[in-house]
Structure formats: C-alpha cells, structure tokens
C-alpha cells in the first residue's frame, strides 16, 4: 500500500488506472480523485450515465460495456464489490496478471498520500464528511475530498487539491475495507448492527473499528452518545469526545428553526459561539459537532467553521427536500436502518406539519430479515407508511422475505395504516393519491424509491399551479384518482391529473393551460359507457362537477336546463317534479348530460336530441359558445362536433303533464330496464348493432353467454352486456370482448364494433 502510495504521488511516470464499474458514486470519485492527481483513468460500465458523461468531460477514457480489451494498457484495475470474477474486464485483467485492487484499496493509498481523515460510523458518513470538507475549505485549508453522494456545496462527490494537506474521505465499514486505513485523524460517528450478510455480529463490527481507531495517528472523534462508539474510543489518550452533556464538546440551547437548526457549542465547558446549521435535526447537530471537534483539531479557526456551517445545505438523498409549497413538502433521504429512520422521522416531526407520510423502499433482504421488528417499531413515527418490494442490492432474495415482511411487522407493533406497494414503478399513485394539503412525504430508502418521489413532485406542481393560478373554489383536483371509482364498470387504472370544475371560466381555463403545455385533456361524466385501462389515463381528466354544473332549473314553458355534470336521472326527476314530462326514458340511462349530449344517447325510441333546444359548449379556439339545436348535425350515438368540443350545459324541451302520467312512464322505463338489463356493473350495451342483427342477439346465437374471463363475464341477462362481477380488471374485461369479436368474425361473420369508449394504457405511463 506504501509503495502504491509512492506510485500515485510520483508525476514522472503517471499511471494508467482502469476502472471496473466506473458508474458508480464511489468508483466516479475514485476516477476524479486520480484524474486529479494526473494520472490517465479509463473507465468502463454496463450503462452510459450522465455521471460518465461529466467524467468524460475532464479526461475519462469510459467504454460501455465491459470488454477485455478496455484493461489491455492497464498499469492497474480497480474493480468495485459489484463485479464479479466473469466480469470480462476482471477476468482479463487476472489472466494478464495485471494488478487488482478493490475501491476501497485505491482509496487507502491514494489517503496516504494526504493527511487522511476517515469518517466513519454505521450512520451519518456522507453528511458528516461532507460538512467536514465544506468547513476546512472554507477556514483555507483546501482539503482534497472523496464522499459517497452527489454534494451540491462542494461541487462533486470527489476533488484532488493539490495544494492542501488535508483529505477527507468516508470510510466504508460494509466489507471489512475500514481496517485499511491509516489515517491522521478519524471520527467515528456510532457503532451499530448492520451489514450482518458480512459481519458475525456486532463484536465482529467492533473490531474492525477498534482497528480503526489503533492505527490513526492523530485524533479520534467519537460520539459520547453511542454506547459502542464510546467503548471502542473512550479512554484512548488520542480520542476526543462530543454530544449532549458528558463530552468534550457539547451543543445546548439547541432550536429548530424549521428547515434548519441553532445551537451554542463549548469546549471543556468553555463557550466558543454559536452555529446556525443549514440543515435540520438534533441528528445534524450531533454530525455538525463531529466536524467542528475535528476542524478545531486541525487548527481551523471556529467563526470560519460556523460560518461554513450556515451555508451547509446538505448531501444528495440526505433530507433533501424536493418540493416545497404552502402546501405540501416532499423529502428524499437515503436511510435504510432503523437507526436512520428513526432520526429522518425525528427531523420530520420538527417541522411541524400536519401529517409525515413515509414511502419506504427496504434495502437488501438479509436486512429486512434481521431488522424486521426494529423496522416496525420506528416506522409507527409517521401517520401513514407505505412499503414497496425489497431492493436486492447484490444480493439473491431469501424465501418468505419482502417487503410484506415489514408490513405484518408494523401490524404487530401499532395500528399507524401501512399499504404494500410492491411495484416501485407504480407505488406513487398510491402514496401521490393519499396526499393532503399540510403533508410532509419522505421517499426512503437506499435504492431508487426516490424515483417515485420525483414523479410526484413534479406532478404536484403541475396540479398546485393549475389550482393556484384560478381563484379559490373554481377547481378541485388530485393526483392518481383511480378511474375504477368513476365508471359505472369499476375497473380502470388512475388518471394522471383529476380535475373538478365548478364554473365554464374553470373549465376553458384548464384546456387552454393543458393544451398550451402539450398535457392530454379527457372529459369524463360519470364514465357510463367508457372502459379505462388499467394502467390509466395519462394527463388531465376533467369532470365538471358542482357549481353551473350541477344546476338543474326549469321555467314556465317547459324548457329545462341543465350543467354537463347532470345526471340524467336527476334531470328527469327535477322535470318530473315541476310537472313537465318526456324525460321519463333517462330514468334507465346511468350517465350525466355531457356524456349523453356527446353520444346523443337514447333508450325507448327516443335520442338525446330530440329534447335538444340549444346547446353551449367550449370550441376548440376556446371560446364558450352556444348553438341552437337546428344547427348541430346529428347521428345514431354520435355528434360530430362534440367529438371536437366540449359540453358545458343544455336546454332541453318537455311537454307539461300529470304527475300520475309521467309516474306511469317512469315506473315502465324502470321495469323494463330491470328485466333487460343485468344489476352488476357494466358499461352498458359493449357493442353497437350491426345492420341487419342486434348485437346481443349475435353474442346469444353463438351460446357465450355466462362466458368468463376472471372476473368478467358474458351477462346472462342480456348477451351485449359484458359485466364486472366484482374484482374484474380492465385486462380482463378486454379479453373478453376480443373473443367476442373474434368468434363472430369466425362463426358468423359478422364484425362487432364497441360502443364502449375504451381508453388509457395498458400499463401505467406516467
């Protein structure tokens, strides 16, 4: 390791380092670190990333994927924990007998060449090293730096200088590699039981950070709050001590200043000042004494560290707020123990929202199995907690062990609502849906759950500037609105956006703003004669609702006018009610007038438009117009210019009657729907009549009634109606309609067209 060391730091004769894995966050800081210090670095991974691409930029040599001939030149390879011995890349290199050396290696002797600070610590690396560079550099020390996560503050998660004498590195305890260090100063930060796929138990851990500890040469920063951290350091004439009350230096009068937190710092009970730290939690704060504990020990002056400190905005995935309105906040961090959920929810608690909802993604399988009941113990901290699949990691999976494993472990220990949502591609419609005014969201977790934080952020700021930029009351919406709860066949993946309009200024406003950004605009009613995909509808769903929508009135000659949002039914009974009659037929139509308008729907002989008087509706330009009945054209269940328009309200015309008269017509409509048409859900007639035979009578000839697929079936009722029996998907439900089709195709050669509209995609987009 000394001579590698000699190697790095000889400019003469620069090396040619291969990086096997080059992608990842801790092998693209190795690259910047030896690009630094002017060696030439080529690099190779299975993906190209923008993270290679960046490297690229300042002098990687990066091939894609891995080939033998990539470490042909190599004077080195450097090959990360996830590659394998039939890497083609690895098994070149050994064959040629080329030197090998895990990261961790290259790291210890590219330290060695500096004066090494290792952060360690089952918890905290990446924040505390990374506030440790930040404040050395900022007291003019121009610390050389190597971290595990994208640092915004500092520039990249590695830099060599060349001209400082200080290297902060984070020391990685997962494997065993910490004992390759020999380090100037090092902070151990807690001591705790994990990664046990690699360690015995917790005294195998110990040791490898007693080692730790015997081979630094200058300070050791322990934290007097972790017992084992405490054993190991304590008592050593180098170890220097922080935290609470008992320790060398010690923070009180901590506040929090929601978003970030102040604290008075002594040393040996002596008061050096105060610090305002730009990140949140009594966590922080204890990380936050780890720096200056160690700053102090290399000289650094302490106004310039609580300077730093104020400007310290944090590590990627480190409660790193994604989105922030008056509204709602969401939060991504990386912890994955429970120790680290425990703290994240402790942080979250101090910001004083209303509720901390919590999308947990578990990391590896070995820990969810030995965790499981710690897990289920600090996750009851939030209000409501979702749980996707476990993230293998490198690991295989272990039989009986997901992430319903932590769901039935929260059950034992609380009744705080959990949800599995094993697919992390579609887990934030779930957790997106749930989401109320006053809520904090943390997408946890070590893998990529922060994906689905993302995808809700972005999409909630679509929906809060849609809701923002009309007055108060005008729309309602939310985001993933399941379309199962508004069809009348229940099936139906979410809508993107759900929207809800009360006036025709609401209305024209939202298709105007999603038009002019290129987002899809749906019209739905009360979804009586549509099937939604079960991966959803992509972009905004509007459905009129309450307000002019909603307003049924009628005057003295017998015209009614009702808003698009109007179930028919409704309508019938309010002209009913007044003593008009002719709407009688609606009474059997489960839709609303926006539907019914723009498929002229019809039962009993009679259409939709042949109570038409005048229709007003919202043109393609966008301009709210009204026409009279005479000037719209009209076919059987098709109204061409409302296929291009929207509906917004109508006029309808009746006939003055009796009550007895128009009862009589209700009670006929109703009975004859009872006795045609099946009680379970369905969308009403699936196929429109061919010419010459009804459809229903073509599906009965053919015996398929009662026919099923999963849950949907063939009615017994009425052969054109293809029911939902309960739990039916829209996958199902079109199965059974393209068997319809086919077997009339082929036994009758006949072809059935849906009346259905069917809409959405097949799996989620968006």
């Known amino acids: 390791m000394i001579d590698l060391s000699k190697r790095l730091t000889d400019r003469t004769t620069p090396l040619h380092i291969h990086l096997i894995g080059v992608a990842g966050s801790g092998m693209s800081g190795l690259a910047l670190l030896l690009l630094g210090m002017g060696h030439k670095v080529s690099g190779s991974d299975r993906v ?20 033998a001939a990539a470490v042909k030149k190599a004077d080195i390879v450097v090959y990360s924990s996830a590659i394998k011995p039939e890497n083609p890349a690895y098994a070149a290199a050994k064959k040629a007998k080329t030197p090998l050396l895990r990261r961790a290696e290259c790291l210890a002797a590219i330290l060695h060449t500096k004066k090494g600070i290792v952060i360690s610590g089952t ?59 020999r380090p100037e100063h090092a902070v151990i930060l807690n001591i705790e039981a994990e990664h046990l796929d ?70 040996k009970g002596k008061v050096l ?182 995808r809700i952020a972005a999409d909630l700021k679509i929906l809060e500037e849609m809701r923002g930029l009309m007055p108060p009351g005008e729309i309602d919406g939310k985001l993933y609105e399941p379309m199962s709860r508004h069809t009348t066949l229940l099936v139906g993946g979410p809508a993107q956006f759900w929207i809800e309009p009360h006036s025709f200024y609401g209305f024209a406003f939202l298709v105007d703003y999603c038009r002019e950004r290129g987002i899809p605009v749906r019209v739905v009613g009360r979804g009586s004669n549509l099937l939604v995909r079960d991966g959803g509808i992509r972009g905004a769903v509007i459905h009129p609702s309450g307000g002019v929508f909603s307003e ?44 019914a308008l723009r498929m002229n729907a019809g039962a009993m002989g009679i259409e939709t438009f042949d109570q038409v008087v005048r229709v007003t509706f919202l043109d393609e330009d966008g301009v709210i117009r009204t026409r009279e009945r005479e000037e719209i054209v009209t076919q059987y269940r098709n109204v061409p210019e409302l296929r291009r328009n929207f509906a917004l309200q109508a006029v309808f015309k009746g006939k003055a009657d009796s009550a007895a008269n128009i009862k009589e017509r209700w009670d006929a409509s109703r009975e004859k729907r009872k006795s045609s048409q099946p009680i379970a859900a369905s969308a009403g007639c699936t196929f429109r009549n061919p010419e010459y035979i009804p459809a229903g009578r073509v599906i009965d000839s053919m015996g398929l009634k009662g026919t099923t697929c999963g849950h949907a079936a063939i009615s017994e009722v009425h052969g054109n109606f293809v029911i939902n029996q309960g739990g039916a998907s829209a996958l199902e439900i079109l199965t059974l309609i393209e068997f319809i089709q086919d077997k009339a195709r082929e036994d009758r050669q006949v072809e059935l067209e849906t009346e259905i509209k069917i809409l959405g995609d097949d799996e989620a987009a968006f």
Request: glycine share 10%; with cysteine.
């Open 48 to 67: 190209t990333t923008a993270e290679t691409e960046r490297m690229q930029g300042v002098g990687l040599v990066f091939s894609s994927p891995h080939t």
């Open 123 to 181: 918890h905290g690396k990446t924040t505390t090293s990374s506030m440790t560079a930040h404040v050395l550099r900022e007291a003019g020390h121009k610390p050389s730096h190597y971290v595990g996560a994208e640092i915004p503050i500092l520039g990249a998660n590695a830099k060599w200088s060349e001209d400082g004498e200080f290297m902060v590195a984070e020391g990685d305890e997962s494997d065993g590699t910490l004992a390759l260090y």
């Open 198 to 267: 690699f360690y015995r138990d917790i005294d195998h851990i110990k040791e490898v950070f007693t080692q730790l500890a015997e081979q630094t040469t200058g300070k050791i920063v322990y934290c007097a709050e972790d017992p084992v951290a405490s054993e190991v350091c304590a008592g050593r004439k180098n170890a220097i001590s922080y935290g609470w009350e008992e320790a060398d230096y010690t923070a009180t009068d901590v506040r929090d200043l929601k978003g970030s937190s102040a604290f008075t710092v002594t040393k």
């Open 273 to 454: 000042g105060d610090v305002e730290l730009g990140i949140p939690g009594n966590h922080n704060v204890l990380n936050a004494l780890a720096a200056i504990a160690l700053a102090d020990s290399c000289g650094a002056e302490f106004t310039l560290v609580a300077r730093a400190l104020a400007t310290f905005a944090g590590a990627k995935r480190r409660f790193e707020t994604k989105y922030l309105s008056a509204n709602y906040r969401i939060v991504d961090d990386y912890g994955h123990h429970p120790s680290e959920l425990a703290a994240t929810l402790q942080t979250a608690r101090s910001l004083k929202s209303k509720r901390v909802i919590v999308l947990f993604q578990p990391h590896r399988y070995t820990r969810t199995q030995a965790l499981a009941d710690d897990f289920g113990k600090v996750l009851q901290a939030a209000d409501m907690v979702f749980i996707t699949d476990v993230y293998a990691a490198s690991e295989k999976p272990i039989d009986g062990v997901s992430g319903e494993t932590l769901v039935e472990a929260m059950k034992l220990h609380g009744d705080i609502p959990v949800t599995s949502v094993p697919d992390l591609a579609t887990a934030h419609h779930a957790v997106g849906h749930a989401l109320q005014p006053g809520d904090l969201l943390i997408t946890l977790g070590a893998g990529n759950v922060h994906e689905a934080g993302t």
């Open 552 to 595: 049924v009135t009628v005057d003295g000659r017998g015209h009614v006018t009702a808003g698009a949002g109007v179930r028919l039914k409704k309508l019938a009974s309010i002209a009913g009610g007044s003593g008009i009659g002719g709407f009688e037929w609606m009474e059997g139509i489960p839709g609303n007038v926006g539907g």
